[in-house]
């Protein structure tokens, strides 16, 4: 059983969303631990120590995180000894550590760093890859006689997650029997939640009840998640893949891919096993599909580069579309869209191209052409072919829509012209 | 002082984020009321009574959502009873109401509407005008002699806020004399938290002690929050801006903005308002500045396109870069990158253009220019500006930190060109 406590006053007054509680339950959840409790509390001495001591009485995991920054309201490591009932020593390890990520970057050590390098005396320092400050992991014996485990982790998100992947939730796992849990994540892309709910109910009611499903939507995306839990490893395995294959059957245009990855990621390997290149001719998405492409490591290997042509002079003076053209049919239109990508592809010799024109919002609709109203084109060695979709009334996600429905449109064009080779 | 109860098993999976607790907390700052702790619990009876009476104990306000749904697993009402020894009732208003809803959406009444019209009966129902379950409004007497409210409310977010908004607040505000709180935040850039903690520390220890700081640090962006709390709204806010206009003459050159702006609306706005244009020429960000500038409602007036050159190929044959240039230098120099905001200023007619160049890794970096190595340049109508930085090593933060400092730096040379036509 573990309780997670969050500290920070920014929590409390609305600021920031506690989006690190549910990053820790769910990677708690998929490790085969249950979480119990979270409770989100302020950066104040007694009510750390209040928290701390209730939560100890419950579980026999505690995580906690929030407050252990270099800045003074910054109190979690003095209240952890008084908890404790230990001493700060300074910790040569830790500070060497700090020292070496500061003299890569060019950056002095400060006094404040030298203070973080100081640990409570008791605890089992955890590295901090991303960040000055170490994590804490204490153990405290109960009065029933068993222990329990306390672990202070950094609130910046990204030094917790890198400190919750690679040493905490390994560590708890070599101390603690746990089920055997098993997920499975099909993604799909291009149908909502509630049509995509009434299409696959049939198979949704018929699965074993040791295998649930979770509709975790997003902008444009619909995750299903499979969670099996038995007691071998390997039946589990079997019968949740079992359940994967039917909907595979069911629902194969939906699909495009599994677990955590992206549909970016995807296309970029096709790209690059493929050896073929890509780049975008965007309007709505503003550089958006560009961005998501760039944010996968190695992409320069296929990426060839991008013109946003935000303005109607951009799609006419760089790209070289009529304005004719446009004044005939629109910026928003099967014609400008297919230009936008032939152009592109000319100039930038790319093998792929994707183009966007669309009204992104929250200005710009017309009874003929509301918002939401987007040409996705996709250029290939075979041609262009343009779509038509209507998204929705939000200017955000009717950006990520067009860019993931663009992205997976390529995907499948790559794929479809694959298997043509290969049957040849 | 209020504690948050949230039920719910959704959120102790990780599922559903808790954004109920978060914006629950804001409306309560706003009008006054301090939330001291957010709790977050299964839906299960034992669970439910040890928070309730762990809550009571220590607050005079427990607001609790979640649990109350037509379902099975919402058992808070039982609990409710349970807990403040009592029966449930029918009533008859309540039952009304969802008669009503539901005649005018043209559904019928089942059973089960008829149970959620059962109440507890010494508690105040609380209208839903968008649901079919009623908040619930207890006073218990606590051993001390006062009294503490206990208010039930449904855990679907729009149900809850209404509830909130109409009921919930204006009934707290009769009922207690609450302190004026008054939050100012303030946005810097370019500096890391714990180097900005080092430079105004003199000033952070000379804060009255109903003025308490905050550091928020996202990447590339550390934010500064001031709280005050007392009983004049004219003196506090005089003395909260007092500070604020001390901190902006401590370090005018972090500071871009304040509250709950972003670096992209406020370059907008001033581009909007100066009636002048940015297009961008982008290599390592990839995307990412046109992707930020475009995300901003009405961007069509002042962004006119960019040019992604994330290859060589691209800078050379589109943007028109030397190849002498790009062998002598490399590509992640300042002659490339200023060369490259010269061609997207002349192509595309702007008078404002963002160059970026850098090794945003993991791969491609040399001894001399290691993963990090950033350059920027703003071409203006004066001429062109390039800087050099050196970022770290995480390829997401590398592309937002030179974003953001692309984006300050833009925000600065308009605003100093303002400053110098004011002054002629």
Redesign the interface.
Known sequence: MVEIINIG???????????N?????????LSGF?????????DSRD?ILN?LA?AGSRSSIVLISGGI?????DITKHTLCDFFNCSLVFNQEAFDDVKDMFA????PV?E??RQQAELPENCTGIPNK?G?ARGMWFEKGSPGGGKTIFVSMPG?P?EMKAMMTGYVIPWLKQRFITPFIFHRTILTQGVGESFLAAEIAGWENALPGHIRL?Y?PQPGIVRLRLTGTGEDEDILHRQVEREVEKLEQLIPQYIFGYDGETLEEIVGRILAGTGTTLA?A?SC???????L???I????AY?????????N??KE??LGVDPDTIRQYGAVSREVVTAMALAVQR???ADYVIATSGIA????GTPEKPMGTTWIAIASPDGVVASHYLFGDS??RN?RRTALQALNLLRKKINAGNADNAGN
């Open positions: 006053d920014e929590l409390l007054i609305g600021q920031v969303v506690n989006t509680a549910s990053w820790m339950a769910e990677q708690l959840n249950r979480v119990n409790q979270v409770t989100v509390i302020s009510h928290a209730e920054g270099p800045t003074k309201d890569r970057r060019g950056y400060t404040l760093n991303l000055t910046v990204f979770a975790l975008t965007e998405t503003g550089g958006y599909v560009a961005h492409v760039t944010s490591a190695g992409s320069s990426f060839k580069g991008s013109v946003v042509a935000y303005s002079s951009i003076q760089v100039k930038f010799e919002g929250p200005g710009g200017r955000d950006i």
